[in-house]
């Protein structure tokens, strides 16, 4: 997961860019970086957060009307900021580029493109991949148009397996924006005048004051021209399988994708997992979320329930997202830093206590012993989406089976390991509903295993192994 902003037409796209970026910080932690374009590419990665990374003195630096920028958490290839996006390569013309997203040939297209197509690759991020075989059929063509971009996009759809919704800028040509056939990782476009803007999360506009946007379809390409003009063109039609955990989890509940306001589908998704407890209803005192991204789900299934909703614990927002920090113990110390109890709210009661996933376990097991310790008479955890059991390879750092703790136990077993006294998770069939939308337009790979495209084992093998170097 990766957030993504791009813009052309802007009086100042640097700035544009660091507003955009911003507001989707929440997708990425590890990296960031900016590339504005003024007759040459200004470029500056750095690690950490936006804020701590750019300054006064960039914006006089940082000249131009287009750019794009990217916060990056890593799924291939290490962290850090020689892995940091966006990249760039000089031919043919001078392009730019950044994703979100995760290419699952990752290994056979590198090796593809220093035997076959002769350019080197030089980082360990997937979007390195992207770039160069946009570019190797590109440079195939004698002329930059719409339809040579068509072409070229075309190839990387041939070559390219996973998930990947992409901005770049072709220097002195244009902007180019294009996402997956499968439409797996959010793309929302929206103009202003003549400001044409492009982000992962609809927030990215809102901060920009551009309030009506689209969704770039699944194998769609989007091409503005320096002069101004849009050209659209859809290259390949086939089945939508959006990633549905960027509902239950990643993306911010006043954002909108693929149509489906966040907000409103976790407060349905909170009414569902009320409907499938409501027959121990009596057994709550009171229904608290673990915040952030529980808050709606957990309000909801409080109000069908007709029990209390209480705030009973705090976030420190200085702690980064403990779910993608590296390593258990880190995790376990970070879920300390970042929560504190109302005790007054919680002691002596039974409390439902509302999440939106369990991966590893850990992390909900530090959450329940915060609680008890704060004097809770029971802990009853309700999680708003299915048992996590599958790995994804589509943009999500859970890429092994080993680490899913509901892949090596029971639901009384993960119960007791996380110390609560009951563990209820919504059914797949109540998430489906939830989202009150066909089932086939979403990836639930990761609840119930079916992926949407076939995943060879070795790039499994691959995968796996890279990720154990990344880690150790």
């Not at 892995?83 to 090796?111: C, D, E, R, T």
């Not at 990947?164 to 294009?178: E, H, M, Q």
């Not at 989007?222 to 050209?231: C, L, P, T």
């Not at 009414?271 to 309000?299: G, I, N, Y």
Request: proline residues 3%.
């Amino acid at each position: 997961m990766c957030g993504i902003f791009g813009v052309i037409g802007s009086d100042n796209a640097f700035i544009d860019i660091y507003k955009g970026l911003k507001m989707i910080q929440h997708r990425g932690q590890d990296t960031c970086g900016i590339a504005t374009y003024d007759n040459h590419f200004n470029i500056k990665k750095c690690d950490g957060l936006v804020t701590g990374a750019f300054d006064n003195d960039d914006i006089d630096r940082f000249k131009g009307s287009t750019g794009i920028g990217h916060v990056r958490y890593p799924t291939i290839g290490k962290g850090g900021v020689e892995n940091a996006q966006p990249l760039f390569v000089n031919i043919p013309y001078g392009i730019i580029m950044a994703h979100n997203g995760n290419v699952l040939n990752y290994f056979s297209l590198k090796k593809k493109l220093q035997n076959v197509y002769n350019r080197y690759i030089n980082t360990d991020v997937d979007v390195e991949i992207i770039l160069n075989i946009f570019a190797h059929h590109l440079e195939q063509r004698k002329n930059v148009d719409f339809d040579s971009i068509c072409d070229a996009v075309k190839n990387v759809f041939n070559e390219v397996q996973g998930s990947y919704s992409v901005i770049a800028y072709i220097a002195n040509k244009g902007f180019l924006a294009f996402r997956d056939p499968k439409g797996f990782k959010p793309l929302i476009y929206g103009k202003k005048d003549k400001k044409h803007v492009f982000a992962s999360e609809s927030v990215s506009l809102d901060i920009l004051g551009i309030r009506e946007f689209t969704d770039v379809k699944p194998g769609e390409v989007i091409f503005i021209a320096d002069n101004g003009e849009v050209f659209k063109k859809r290259i390949t039609v086939s089945s939508q399988t959006a990633c549905i955990f960027e509902w239950v989890y990643f993306a911010r509940p006043d954002s909108t994708i693929d149509s489906m306001n966040v907000y409103k589908v976790r407060y349905d998704l909170g009414e569902k997992l009320a409907d499938e407890l409501m027959s121990r209803k009596e057994e709550f005192d009171v229904c608290m979320p673990v915040p952030d991204t529980s808050r709606t789900a957990a309000l909801a299934c409080a109000n069908k329930l007709g029990i209390p909703y209480r705030e009973g614990l705090i976030k420190n927002r200085y702690v980064g997202r403990t779910f993608i920090m590296p390593g258990n113990e880190r995790r376990k110390s970070a879920v300390r830093e970042k929560l504190n109890p109302i005790k007054d709210e919680i002691k002596g009661k039974s409390i439902l206590l509302i999440d939106d996933s369990i991966v590893r376990g850990h992390t909900s097991r530090a959450i329940v012993e915060i609680v008890k310790q704060a004097g809770a008479k029971e802990v009853h955890f309700a999680v708003y989406s299915p048992p996590l059991k599958y790995p994804c390879y589509f943009g999500i750092d859970m890429q092994r089976k080993d680490e899913f703790i509901a892949n090596k136990m029971e639901i009384e077993n993960i119960k007791n390991k996380i110390g609560a006294d009951s563990l209820h998770y919504l059914s797949i069939k109540g998430l489906i509903e939830g989202m009150k939308q066909k089932e086939n337009i979403f990836c639930d790979a990761c609840f119930s295993g079916n992926y949407p495209v076939n995943v060879d084992e070795d790039h499994i093998k691959d995968i796996q192994l890279d990720r154990d170097l990344a880690v150790n």
